[in-house]
């Protein structure tokens, strides 16, 4: 095994050690970010701006559902539709 193949072994073995403690974080985060949130909302209410919240939420769900349309695509149409409706002042 040449010195190289030894390297890339244990970069990969190091990555693979460095993401299990990740992957249960991950949702421990979730769930103390969820529980914060549930806090807040009971001691403050839901807000006064529910109006604001859903038009903003409307708007996050249009937005994201042309993101995925353009990456589905494919490069060469994504550089397409970019350039169309984001011109760039020169």
Same mark, same amino acid.
């Not at 993401?19 to 549930?38: F, H, L, M, N």
């Given at each position: 095994? @040449? @010195?190289?193949?030894? +390297? =890339?072994? *244990?970069?990969?073995?190091?990555?693979? !050690?460095?993401?299990? %403690?990740?992957?249960?974080?991950?949702?421990?985060? #979730?769930?103390?970010?969820?529980?914060?949130? &549930?806090?807040?909302?009971?001691?403050?209410? %839901?807000?006064?701006?529910?109006? =604001?919240? $859903?038009?903003?939420?409307?708007?996050?769900?249009?937005?994201?559902? !042309?993101?995925? *349309? !353009?990456? #589905?695509?494919? %490069?060469?149409? $994504?550089?397409?539709?970019?350039? @169309?409706?984001? %011109? +760039?002042? &020169?």
């Amino acid at each position: 095994m @040449s @010195s190289n193949t030894r +390297i =890339l072994a *244990r970069i990969a073995l190091a990555m693979v !050690v460095q993401a299990i %403690p990740c992957a249960g974080q991950t949702a421990d985060w #979730e769930q103390r970010a969820e529980a914060r949130a &549930k806090e807040i909302i009971a001691k403050n209410g %839901p807000g006064t701006q529910s109006a =604001l919240k $859903e038009e903003l939420l409307a708007m996050y769900e249009r937005e994201q559902g !042309v993101r995925t *349309r !353009v990456r #589905e695509a494919g %490069p060469a149409r $994504e550089r397409e539709f970019v350039n @169309s409706h984001a %011109p +760039i002042d &020169k």
